[in-house]
């Protein structure tokens, strides 16, 4: 069963390839992207179902011996961030049947989003610190394109502020990785766990652990490193964004959290203070920016940024509960937010314009559209029953366990900031009257209509449900914090022996 | 020889970092250029530098002398210049169809319209 770890990798560099093979065959690629993720998706279920009964899988590509070759393992964590990437591409690539246009089919949109899925489970599955550098790059440049691909003025600006402050990411964590090596002459993230336990950790060992910190928070948009994505997010299709802001800013914390618990816990646990300072700014200064905005894809931009904070907060706490909740909020974040991304893209279609002043009165005319914003909305923003709740009550829970009042009191109020602007968002899209001089509202034909609804129905779904009945996915999110919190089943399943 | 190479990448590095904050894009991805190839010598030199020295272990199993050269800086290093390779092909195609859309190379007049905020590069043009 332990070919079951490259399928992830497989499928998508399969559908890819085929895709530019078929490059004129737009029915094909759709086709094929569709089946892809769908199989991806049943891979993860598989994978996850693996590793709950036999415990962290590894495999070692090309049969060499764990600490030389590259070691691909996934364990829980990485096994649900594998299904929700799979959930993922399946809904955005339904969406995009009716969402990109002709000339962006035409110039390989089915197979970027394939290369751009094949980086992000790269980066999930992979053990060795400079493979991750690789499958980072490899989404990079998947990202680079699909951001530019239109060619539209507002598209070009937004991609060079993104390309720039990804490429000093990328220039940080290379040179992190480097010195590391030098210091402990190994990069599989096991080994370099066990190295770095045995050493005493002074001199250049927390320098690579911030050079590190930093171009991971670059990538995930912490404070203060987050204003290229509001910058930049805005500019491409909504599909595009929606992606985005669900899988690449989220692979950022994924890695984050990966490489301080396993690799730096000590330094995670002197940093406290930084780290959970970053966490609690970054929260603040999204929803502080997301209130300013007065269009609607930089406000759910801001909103991005905003989420991501509470993420870090789980591993600044480092307590199980922490992590969980933080896992768990990851979660429900990417479909909660896609469903509100993927909701807004049918709003700018029929109405083509995303200005908030602009908008109104589409209550009377879509009421179940409405409720398809309404949901998700009030889920980001942590109003029982909906899935949100859950994430920020685990959080706030391992907050004051942890004894750190401050940052509880900030999660909170922002949750306040995040309803405000939400609902207000809401209500100019839905609730007051239309402007006068608004354009007419475009109709959609029905089956393109479906083709958009139901992705962004099926996520508020999974909001909802996982709002409903959390105790599933929480008792697995709690494993998946054990497993991290408790590194020796990892260094095990991969080199073999315990330390 | 080390030495002598940590100065040559404090001097990439802060040159690279000087070229990005320009204002001019071109400039700004010759930074970026000049910040990759930074990262590159840092990870051959804190590789440990040895000279004539054969990173395998002969036939006959006995090792000649110690220390042995280390392979794999080098093997980062030329996965990381194909790397770079690609990305500054893609920036350098990106930076001319900005050029092209927008009709500046200078950051400050790349302020989208519809922010809602003035366009405060133009008057201060050099």
Redesign the interface.
């Known amino acids: 069963m332990k070919n079951l770890l490259f399928l992830p990798l497989i499928i998508p560099l399969a559908t890819a390839v085929l895709g530019l093979l078929a490059w004129n065959q737009r029915k094909f690629q759709r086709i094929a992207g569709i089946c892809s993720t769908a199989l991806l998706s049943v891979t993860a279920v598989l994978l996850l179902l693996e590793v709950q009964q036999h415990g962290i899988l590894s495999a070692q590509a090309g049969n060499w011996p764990a600490p030389f070759g590259i070691t691909l393992v996934a364990d829980t964590f990485s096994a649900l961030m594998l299904l929700a990437t799979g959930l993922m591409g399946l809904c955005v690539t339904v969406y995009s049947l009716a969402d990109a246009d002709s000339d962006q089919e035409a110039r390989g949109y089915h197979p970027l989003l394939q290369v751009l899925l094949l980086g992000i489970c790269g980066s999930f599955l992979t053990g060795d610190l400079?493979n991750l550098?690789?499958w980072f790059?490899v989404m990079?440049?998947a990202s680079?394109?699909l951001l530019?691909l239109g060619?539209?003025?507002?598209q070009?600006?937004g991609?060079?502020k993104y390309?720039?402050l990804n490429?000093?990411a990328?220039?940080l964590l290379?040179?992190g990785?480097?010195?590391l090596?030098?210091?402990t002459?190994t990069?599989n993230m096991a080994h370099l766990a066990i190295r770095l336990q045995e050493m005493p950790h002074t001199g250049t060992i927390p320098v690579i652990a911030v050079l590190l910190f930093c171009a991971f928070s670059i990538k995930a948009a912490v404070f203060p490193f987050y204003f290229w994505l509001p910058a930049s997010y805005h500019?491409p299709p909504i599909a595009v964004i929606t992606i985005f802001s669900a899988l690449l800013s989220k692979v950022g914390i994924y890695v984050l959290i990966r490489v301080f618990t396993l690799i730096f816990p000590q330094e995670t646990i002197t940093g406290q203070p930084l780290i959970l300072g970053a966490a609690g700014l970054t929260m603040l200064f999204g929803a502080l920016g997301a209130i300013a905005q007065?269009?609607l894809r930089?406000l759910l931009s801001f909103c991005v940024v905003s989420q991501i904070g509470y993420l870090l907060m789980g591993l600044g706490l480092m307590t199980p509960l922490a992590l969980a909740g933080s896992i768990f909020f990851m979660l429900h974040i990417m479909a909660a937010k896609s469903a509100l991304f993927l909701t807004s893209g049918v709003v700018a279609r029929m109405s083509g314009t995303t200005?908030l002043k602009e908008l109104g009165g589409l209550y009377k005319r879509y009421p179940l559209l409405a409720v398809l914003f309404l949901v998700p909305a009030l889920s980001v923003a942590g109003i029982p029953p909906l899935s949100g709740f859950w994430g920020k009550l685990a959080l706030v829970q391992a907050g004051l366990q942890s004894e750190q009042y401050l940052l509880v009191a900030m999660a909170l109020g922002v949750s306040v900031l995040t309803l405000y602007y939400l609902v207000t968002a809401w209500i100019a899209l839905f609730w007051k009257n239309q402007p006068a001089d608004a354009e007419k509202l475009h109709h959609l034909p029905a089956v393109r209509r479906g083709q958009m609804i139901v992705p962004a129905l099926l996520l508020a779904l999974v909001s909802l449900v996982a709002g409903l009945l959390p105790e599933p996915l929480f008792r697995l999110c709690h494993i998946a914090s054990e497993q991290l919190l408790n590194n020796d089943a990892y260094i095990k399943a991969v080199l073999g022996v315990t330390q | 020889m080390e030495s002598m190479l940590a100065v040559v990448i404090g001097g990439l590095y802060a040159a690279g970092m000087y070229l990005m904050v320009r204002r001019s894009i071109v400039k700004m991805i010759f930074g970026l250029a000049l910040l990759g190839n930074a990262a590159n010598l840092l990870i051959f030199t804190v590789g440990r530098l040895t000279r004539g020295r054969p990173p395998h272990v002969p036939a006959d199993g006995v090792l000649s002398a110690l220390p042995v050269a280390d392979p794999v800086p080098q093997a980062l290093i030329l996965t990381a210049i194909v790397i770079g390779f690609g990305v500054q092909a893609f920036a350098l195609v990106l930076i001319k169809r900005v050029y092209q859309t927008v009709g500046s190379d200078d950051q400050d007049v790349m302020v989208t319209e519809n922010q809602g905020q003035e366009k405060l590069g133009q008057e201060e043009e050099r």
């Open positions: 400079f550098y690789v790059e990079l440049i680079f394109v530019a060619g539209k003025r507002e070009m600006e991609a060079i390309v720039a490429l000093i990328s220039a290379l040179a990785i480097g010195l090596y030098g210091v002459g990069l500019t007065p269009e930089r200005m």
